[in-house]
């Protein structure tokens, strides 16, 4: 596993969250939360919400758009979406794993 990807392991929750909320297009802090918290059931704090976003656009996988009135969104980077593949295919690889050793239990 590449080293940024190591590093993400501290953060994957809410880095994983916000990458697969951008994954379907630009969005604001407020409808990053909103998506969350529809399509994975967590509440993400602001503190956290823009701590991981900072985190992100330093790595380099997701970056600012133009502010729009008051709120500035955001988009995923090519980066940021191999980044994604990459930490999906490993959950999905875990998921499988985990459920053929449970239904040998």
């Known amino acids: 596993m590449r080293k940024d990807m190591l590093e993400l392991g501290r953060y994957s929750d809410p880095s994983l969250l916000i990458l697969s909320s951008l994954a379907s297009g630009p969005k604001h802090g407020y409808a990053m939360m909103e998506d969350i918290l529809q ?14 976003i900072t985190r992100l656009e330093k790595r380099g996988w997701i970056e ?17 979406a191999a980044a994604l593949r990459e930490q999906l295919a490993t959950m999905q690889q875990i998921v499988t794993t985990g459920l053929q050793r449970l239904s040998l239990a």
Do not use: D, I, K, Q
């Open 39 to 52: 399509f994975s059931g967590t509440r993400l704090e602001p503190g956290t919400l823009y701590g991981a």
């Open 64 to 80: 600012p758009l133009a502010a729009e009135e008051r709120r500035r969104p955001y988009r995923m980077t090519v980066a940021g």
